[in-house]
């Protein structure tokens, strides 16, 4: 039997806010969440801006116990525990008791590279001999499965408990794992997300591609410019986003305020062939995900009214938009509503799709497309297959009713899941 | 340092790494960190790197598996003051 899913529970910890009120209100109002990053220029970054969650010290003790603060040093994991604990109780729902897991509900929360200050004052220690030195908290802060593993622990989560890795595809198909264990019938409830750190060790492999915007460090809030004729590459980023997804049945049992449905979704990857490289995505294989996601479904691509790109602000953008409009055959006006939220809080890496997931299902909740910003130039490329009425530069009252979100990854690899607006 | 200062000290470190439904009066001479205190196992290693800094001692691996209970770390940590000073 397969059942339907809903989202009855969204936590974040974006650069942009933390917590949904706070996320929720920087979206409509284009609040930006990049900023300079001083540690950056001392380090002779080209790149010395970045987004980055700000985290008051005294929220931490909500979230850990004076135990697990000890020695924490992994800003992802903090990320995690603070958007996943969010999300939970957003869905009103309980911790297991102390001595009984909860069998039903598991975890799939990913992350590219956990603990990178950890594992670096770890390594500090080690090559000075001092390997005794390191105590307990090593391991389950630099193992990427840490972040399920804390969030199991604090949930008592009793089914599956597991975290997925696909570079910046890495929410978005988490939602996917998340959603199939729930339709199979294998799971009620899954609490989904990502994470991802801060800090130069993660972003520094990207500054040394060059693919990061170098002439911003004096502009941040406008280094980040998706779909703009001058966007000038990613602007790194770091947070988390989660969702509670839930079978429709436990969901109206228990009552529960229901965000949107997840229709279905598909993930593929291009093979690295053709024009797909390890850094590139492969048009065909994007074009063949979007449409298995639609034909997943069961819908048509022209009941799409709102798609939330990968666009990460490069001149790559304009190819992504042409394999939306082939994939979803819908060109000028017939194009959906389209915006990308990195104008705001940059790429966030392996967070990225879960917190733009929260940011699309928050779109359906408030009835409303989020405004691009620093866009103003559009890049004349994706004129050509998209109406300008079609990129909101200010947020607008729109209710999506089918919202297509995509997400790819470096090794080719892509995710698109379909929500939407809930109406039994 | 007196015994009773030495006991002290080793209480409040062991706190710290007491599960919440343990309270701290239940830590006695006799308590066994694992069986009693319920204490994680993983957590042992921490309270000995712990007792380390506090005392200013070194303690072996043979240290460590010898000390199952509060009074047999009180016990290596008066074996281990005495050999320094």
């Keep these: 039997m397969s059942h339907r899913v809903v989202i009855t529970g969204l936590g974040v910890c974006a650069p942009n806010g933390v917590g949904l009120q706070d996320f929720t209100h920087s979206l409509q109002h284009g609040i930006s969440g990049i900023r300079f990053q001083p540690r950056l220029k001392q380090l002779q970054f080209s790149c010395q801006i970045a987004g980055e969650p700000l985290i008051k010290d005294n929220v931490l003790q909500q979230y850990f116990t004076p135990l697990q603060l000890r020695g924490l040093n992994a800003s992802g994991l903090v990320y995690g525990v603070i958007a996943g604990m969010d999300a939970w109780k957003d869905a009103n729902l309980p911790l297991a008791p102390k001595e009984t897991p909860d069998w039903d509900s598991g975890i799939v929360f990913g992350t590219g590279i956990l603990g990178a200050d950890k594992f670096r004052e770890s390594i500090y220690a080690i090559d000075q001999g001092n390997t005794r030195r390191l105590g307990s908290t090593s391991v389950m802060q630099v193992m990427a499965s840490g972040i399920s593993a804390y969030l199991g622990g604090m949930l008592g989560a009793g089914n599956q408990v597991t975290t997925n890795s696909s570079a910046c595809t890495t929410g978005t198909e988490g939602i996917l794992m998340a959603y199939e264990r729930i339709k199979s019938g294998r799971a009620t409830r899954m609490l989904t997300g990502s994470c991802s750190d801060s800090g130069p060790y993660l972003w520094a492999g990207f500054d040394s591609m060059r693919i990061l915007p170098r002439n911003y460090n004096e502009t941040p809030e406008k280094a980040s410019r998706p779909m703009s004729a001058t966007a000038a590459g990613f602007v790194p980023g770091s947070g988390a986003g989660a969702l509670v997804l839930e079978s429709l049945e436990s969901a109206l049992n228990r009552g529960a305020t229901i965000y949107a449905e997840v229709l279905g979704g598909a993930v593929n990857s291009g093979g690295q062939r053709g024009s797909g490289s390890m850094t590139a995505p492969n048009s065909e294989a994007v074009v063949r995900c979007i449409e298995e996601a639609v034909q997943a479904s069961g819908i048509h691509s022209a009941d799409i009214d709102t798609v939330n790109g990968h666009l990460t602000a490069t001149s790559k953008d304009a190819l992504e938009i042409s394999n939306w409009s082939q994939a979803l055959k819908g060109v000028g006006t017939d194009f959906p509503y389209i915006n990308s939220f990195k104008g705001l809080f940059g790429h966030c890496l392996a967070a990225a799709g879960s917190i733009e997931c929260v940011a699309s299902v928050l779109q359906i909740e408030k009835g409303q497309v989020f405004g691009n910003v620093n866009c103003e130039d559009l890049n004349p490329a994706i004129l050509t297959l998209v109406d300008p009425i079609k990129i909101p530069r200010k947020t607008i009252l729109h209710q999506p009713k089918i919202m297509a979100k995509a997400s790819f990854g470096f090794g080719d690899v892509n995710a698109c899941v379909i929500f939407s607006a809930f109406n039994d | ?85």
């Design chain 2, 1 to 85: 340092m007196t015994e009773a200062a030495r006991y002290q000290k080793l209480k409040e470190i062991v706190t710290i790494y007491l599960p919440e439904d343990v309270a701290v009066d239940m830590i006695t001479e006799e308590s066994h960190f694992i069986n009693e205190l319920n204490i994680n196992s993983a957590n042992l290693v921490d309270i000995v790197l712990d007792v380390e800094d506090a005392f200013d001692i070194l303690l072996e691996n043979e240290d460590m598996d010898q000390m199952q209970t509060v009074k047999d770390a009180l016990a290596i940590i008066d074996t281990k003051l005495t050999k320094t000073s």
